[in-house]
Structure formats: structure tokens, C-alpha cells
């Protein structure tokens, strides 16, 4: 009834958007109601009867629909794209496939917990063609999660049909491939989806495995209501008419005696009151009034208290051995928190900052993965979801691209979408000078840099890099950790051995001098450090950002005003990096105070060449030497 209503809403003009799920009830409507009510379900964009399955209150949901505040997003995303932790719900986003990891991550931490909780998660048979939908079922293979991967299989993607999105003629013969079963059922009949969902999450409660659910089925109307179904032949129409889901089980349960006519009536009548009251609290709501919360949304709300390490005990360490000694004592210090990596375990990772872990840590905690960088994020995600931390392992830092959209799409808009944090921290090996060519190599901060909802750490020094660790691993929100490799070994100092956390957003004055201001980060420290030292009679203020995102106006502005004229220094190519953005800040906040236009120095706009000369030539740190002596002759 509320997608018939819906179809009239849009007809109207009076909500935008609506994917039917008209043939697919019982689909939802059987899954919902076979597993317990705290147990999670992962839906699509046609899984209404999941929502109303789970009571969620009808105004809050058309408020949803029409972007008003008593929706579970306040209007900032549309549909089925929320989720609501009272009811169990994680929504999807439009990307599709990104959801079935987190369903990996949930059911990881219910198996952690050892709470014997079954996890559902849908997927369409189109969405099963991104390598989303792989990674996430070989992870729960390969960890034995207990999540029933439900695959609603309509014949087609948006107007592709089956024959041209995939070869092998059932999702069930994918079980083997897998190692899992595969159970196929008639998606159109209620009590089969029910009693086989209900039956397989017994099974898989007391035996964590994956399974997969084919439910076969038919969309009775088109994509979205604005596409058609000119593409459909109309003969399957007919056919999948006659096997329609809602009128089948009507009939069945007037054969059985437990409906008639009269109840029919009376249980309509109850729900389009239901549907008129809740439609029309949505509908007086006004439409959310722009606040300043918008912009500070985007995080969790957390307030940092910077912690200072228990004792002046301190001892040489290289920049990878604090890293390692941070996150193991953060590893103590939160019995909640998972490492996830490839070859993290054992092996202790190929940096080795992970080595001994599994001995102290346990399996458990410290994760081997496959080669996903995906699902992990995403099942990083789902232990977030389910109570957990994550630290999650990049191998190098150039392996994120395969987790990019889990980043930017999944990590970094959750809080704001729908008020669920992403307590995720991605370590990224990073950095070039090694000799490695162009995928083990790049410094690549400034794709996330221009993320709304991330946070991007990158410290210089054995001190910072432990400290900012500690401080990323406490912060709910989502981090990226970047880790120059070249400096992994050969940087050293003294560093307490207590725990204690760094101020994040917070630059720090590597050097103080009054010639100029050197503002960069990471390996830019160094280089500024050297260059200002060979340069006789030289002074400069060199400001280590440390964290990027968000990154210290003040400190900024500060040094600006003091010397009058800047460089801003990054390893990271020239266009479009995090110099752009500091030296245009600088260029609209504090052109009263410079003596001489913004200067930027940055590896050149190529990929990272192999061979050292072209790598040298690729890097600034020549070229910055130049420029800063332009700059003090300015
Ligand atoms: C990564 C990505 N590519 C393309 C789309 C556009 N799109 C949205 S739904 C859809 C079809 C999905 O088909 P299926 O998974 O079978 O689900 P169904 O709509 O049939 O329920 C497409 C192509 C998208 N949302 N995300």
C-alpha cells in the first residue's frame, strides 16, 4: 500500500524519486521476520517491507522520503540511504556493492563477541557484477562470518538483462567456488523466503559460515518510476503477474481460513490510516532550515584531551618502531580494537610495524586479510558499526585506489549522512626517494585531503608519528595515517615510551627564523631542515603541518605575519595538492602581511619514475633549493 501511494506521491511531483520494489515483497517481508530483532539486515533500494518490517515510525520514513529533519539523514540524502541502529538497519549507498562488506564487519564482531547473531545483507543480481560483491563473500569465506548474502535475482540491472551482466546460470553455482553453500529459493513465495532464512540462520548462528540466498523474482515496474520498462518483453509481465507475491499469500491465508474479506478489509483500512497520518506529519513538517551544524556535522562530535605521557621514561627509536609501539599500546589500551592487513599477522606486516602482535594480540585482533582493500575498509566500517575499533593496513600506500570508494563515499560521509561514526584509521605506507616506480610510491593525501569527513594525518618524526597514532586510533572519526617509507629507518630520536597523544590539527614549528616560512609536511620537513642549514647567514620559520586535515589556519597565519614571505614545500605532485589550497588561503587571508607572491615547490605533475636520476629530477627537493633562493632575493 505504501508503494501504491508512492506511485501517486511521484505522479503528483510530491517526492522525487521512487524505486519500486512492486514483486519483490516477500523477499523483504520473509527476511525481516525470520531473524531476530537485534539482528542487523544490510538493505536495498527496494527492500521497503525491511523498514516496516522493523516498525520504523511511517512519518519518519516519508520524511525521509522528502528530505525533511525528522528523516534519518535531516534531508542531506535521499531514499533508502540511512540507516537507523535502533532498528537494526544499515542502509546502503548508491554505489551498491560497498555494502555487503560491512555486513562482513557486523557479523566479524558478533563472532568476536561470540553473541550467536546472524547478519542479512542484500544485493541485486546487476550489483553482483562489481568486485565488491567478491571480496565481500571470499572475506566471509575465508573468516567463516555468519552473514546470509541475499541476492534478489530480477533479471536485471537498472534495463540490462542477466544474460548480458553475467555467463554462469545461477547465483547458486557460485557456493562452490566460494566454499560456501548456496541455497536458491522462490523469491515470489513468503512462506519459502521465510522458513529458508529462518532455517539458515539457526544453522549459521550456531555454526558461523556464509551462505548465499538466491531468491528468484521479477521487478514489476521499471528501474525508477522515470525510466520504463520498455526494455522488459511484456510476455514476462504476464507471466510474473500471475506469481505475484502480496495476492498469492492473500489467497493462500483465505484458504487457510486465517483471512476473510471482512479482516482484509479491517487490516487496509488500519494501514492507510496508518499511511495518511504518518504522510501527512511529513508533509507539514517544513523543510530543514540551514544551521551551522551542516559544515561541523561531518564529523562525530569528539573533543580531544591530549594526553600527556605517565613518566619522562624515553629511548631511541626509529620512526617504524614508534609507529609500532603506538599502535600496540593502543592495542592495550582498547581491547576493542582489530588490526586488518595483509600479511599483518605472522609475517608482522612488510614493514614489520606489526611484528610480534599475533603472539600478544592473538587471531582475533590481529587479521591476515585476502587481497581486498575494499572490503576491508568496508568490513572496518561494520566492526565500527557493531562496537569495535579498526586499524586498517594499506600494504603501500598506493593500494588505497582499490578501498577509494570505501573511503571517500563510505567512511567519510556516514557521520554526516546518517549520524553513524567511522571509527576506521587507514595506515598508509607512503613516499617516493625509494627507488620503487610509480605503485609503490606516490604520495597521494591530497585525494583524501579534498574529502569532506576524513581526517588526514602525516607526521615528520618518531614523536609526532606516535603521539598522532595514539590520538587518530582515540578519535571516533575516520583517519588517514600516512607513513613516509624512507624515513621508516632512517630517522630516529628519543621518544617516551609511555603512551600519550599529540594535538591533532595542530602545526608545530620544526624551525624559528626570520628570513621566510617554509610550510610543509612529512619528507618537506626534512628537505626545508637541510636547505635552510646549507644556506649560510639563513634563517626560517618551518611549519610542519602534521595534520592536514584539518590543517592550522592559525599556525599559518601566524608564521605569514611573522616573516612575510612563504613557501609552501610537498613531496606530493604540484596541481591540485595541499599546497594549492594553503598558498590560495594565504593569498585571500594574509596578502596585507606578504612581502613577495606565495611560492610553491612540489614534485612534478608525472608518475613517479623508477630510476634514481629520474626520480631525483621527479622530486623538488632541487628545484625548492632554487626557489628558495629566489624567494629570499625577492
Ligand atoms: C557503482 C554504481 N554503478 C551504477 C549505478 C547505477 N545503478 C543503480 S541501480 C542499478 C542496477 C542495479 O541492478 P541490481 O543490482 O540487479 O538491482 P535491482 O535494481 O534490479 O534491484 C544501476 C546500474 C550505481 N548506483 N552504482
Given at each position: 500500500m505504501i508503494e501504491e501511494k508512492m506511485l501517486i506521491l511521484l505522479r503528483q511531483g510530491k517526492i522525487s524519486k521512487w524505486f519500486s520494489g512492486i514483486g519483490q515483497e516477500a523477499i523483504s517481508v520473509g527476511a525481516v521476520n525470520a531473524v531476530a530483532e537485534d539482528e542487523f539486515i544490510l538493505p536495498m533500494h527496494r527492500n521497503l517491507g525491511v523498514f516496516t518490517g522493523r516498525n520504523v515510525p511511517y512519518n519518519r520514513l516519508f520524511g525521509q522520503f522528502q528530505g525533511k529533519n525528522s528523516g534519518f539523514t535531516k534531508g542531506r540524502d535521499r531514499s533508502f540511504h540511512f540507516g537507523t541502529r535502533e532498528h537494526h538497519i544499515v542502509g546502503m549507498i548508491s554505489h551498491l556493492g560497498p555494502q555487503m562488506a560491512l555486513a562482513d564487519g557486523i557479523a566479524l564482531a558478533h563472532k568476536l563477541k561470540d553473541n550467536k547473531k546472524a547478519t542479512l545483507v542484500f544485493t541485486g543480481d546487476g550489483a553482483s557484477s562489481e568486485g565488491d560483491f567478491h571480496e565481500a563473500l571470499n572475506v566471509a569465506a575465508v573468516w567463516d562470518l555468519p552473514?546470509?548474502?541475499?541476492?534478489?535475482?530480477?533479471?536485471?540491472?537498472?534495463?540490462?538483462?542477466?544474460?548480458?551482466?553475467?555467463?554462469?546460470?545461477?547465483?547458486?553455482?557460485?557456493?562452490?567456488?566460494?566454499?560456501?553453500?548456496?541455497?536458491?529459493?522462490?523469491?515470489?513465495?513468503?512462506?519459502e523466503v521465510h522458513r529458508t532464512i529462518r532455517e539458515l540462520a539457526e544453522e549459521i548462528r550456531k555454526n558461523p559460515k556464509p551462505v548465499i540466498l538466491e531468491a528468484m523474482t521479477f521487478r514489476m515496474r521499471g528501474h525508477e518510476e522515470a525510466s520504463g520498462t520498455k526494455y522488459v518483453p511484456k510476455e514476462l509481465f504476464e507471466q510474473w503477474a500471475k506469481k505475484d507475491p502480496v495476492e498469492n499469500f492473500e489467497r493462500y491465508l483465505k484458504r487457510q481460513k486465517v483471512l476473510d474479506d471482512s479482516k482484509i478489509d479491517d487490516i487496509r483500512a488500519k494501514i492507510k490510516k496508518d499511511i495518511e497520518e504518518g504522510l501527512k506529519q511529513a508533509f507539514d513538517e517544513p523543510l530543514p532550515e540551514v544551521t551551522e551544524i551542516e559544515q561541523s556535522d561531518i564529523y562525530f562530535p569528539y573533543q580531544q584531551e591530549v594526553k600527556a605521557p605517565a613518566t619522562d621514561a624515553a629511548s631511541e627509536k626509529r620512526l617504524v618502531d614508534a609507529i609500532s609501539d603506538g599502535l600496540k599500546q593502543s592495542m592495550e589500551r582498547y581491547d576493542n580494537l582489530v588490526i586488518m592487513g595483509q600479511d599483518v599477522a605472522e609475517y608482522g606486516g612488510v614493514f614489520k610495524i606489526t611484528e610480534g602482535f599475533l603472539e600478544q594480540f592473538g587471531k582475533d585482533r590481529v587479521r591476515n586479510t585476502p587481497l581486498c582493500e575494499s572490503a576491508i575498509i568496508g568490513t572496518g566500517l561494520g566492526l565500527c558499526i557493531n562496537g569495535y575499533k579498526a586499524v586498517v593496513e594499506m600494504q603501500f600506500a598506493d593500494f588505497v585506489t582499490c578501498g577509494f570508494n570505501q573511503i571517500v563515499n563510505n567512511l567519510a560521509k556516514i557521520h554526516y549522512r546518517w549520524g553513524q561514526n567511522a571509527d576506521v584509521v587507514v595506515r598508509m605506507p607512503t613516499g617516493a626517494g625509494v627507488g620503487a616506480g610509480p605503485f609503490h610510491s606516490q604520495s597521494n593525501e591530497a585525494w583524501f585531503f579534498h574529502t569532506p569527513g576524513l581526517k588526514v594525518l602525516y607526521p615528520s618524526n618518531p614523536v609526532d608519528a606516535k603521539g598522532l597514532l595514539n590520538a587518530a586510533i582515540e578519535d571516533p572519526n575516520p583517519y588517514l595515517f600516512f607513513e613516509h617509507k624512507a624515513l621508516y629507518r632512517a630517522l630516529s630520536s628519543e621518544v617516551p615510551d609511555d603512551y600519550y597523544t599529540v594535538e591533532v590539527g595542530k602545526a608545530a614549528l620544526a624551525a624559528e627564523g626570520e628570513d621566510l616560512s617554509i610550510i610543509t609536511y612529512g619528507m618537506g620537513v626534512h628537505w626545508a631542515k637541510e636547505a635552510i642549514d646549507s644556506l649560510e647567514g639563513v634563517s626560517a620559520d618551518i611549519l610542519d603541518l602534521r595534520t592536514i586535515l584539518p590543517w592550522d589556519k592559525e599556525a599559518v597565519a601566524a608564521t605569514v605575519k611573522k616573516t612575510n614571505k612563504v613557501l609552501v614545500l610537498h613531496e606530493d605532485t604540484l596541481t591540485g595538492g595541499v599546497g594549492a589550497e594553503i598558498a590560495a588561503w594565504i593569498s585571500e587571508h594574509c596578502f596585507e602581511h606578504l612581502d613577495a607572491p606565495v611560492s610553491r615547490e612540489a614534485s612534478l605533475d608525472t608518475p613517479v619514475p623508477f630510476s634514481r636520476p629520474l626520480e631525483e629530477n621527479f622530486l623538488p627537493q632541487q628545484r625548492f633549493l632554487e626557489k628558495l633562493r629566489r624567494l629570499l632575493a625577492y
Open positions: 552473514v546470509i548474502f541475499i541476492i534478489e535475482n530480477n533479471g536485471y540491472g537498472l534495463s540490462t538483462p542477466s544474460n548480458e551482466q553475467f555467463r554462469f546460470k545461477n547465483f547458486t553455482d557460485k557456493g562452490p567456488g566460494y566454499g560456501i553453500k548456496a541455497v536458491r529459493v522462490d523469491g515470489n513465495n513468503l512462506l
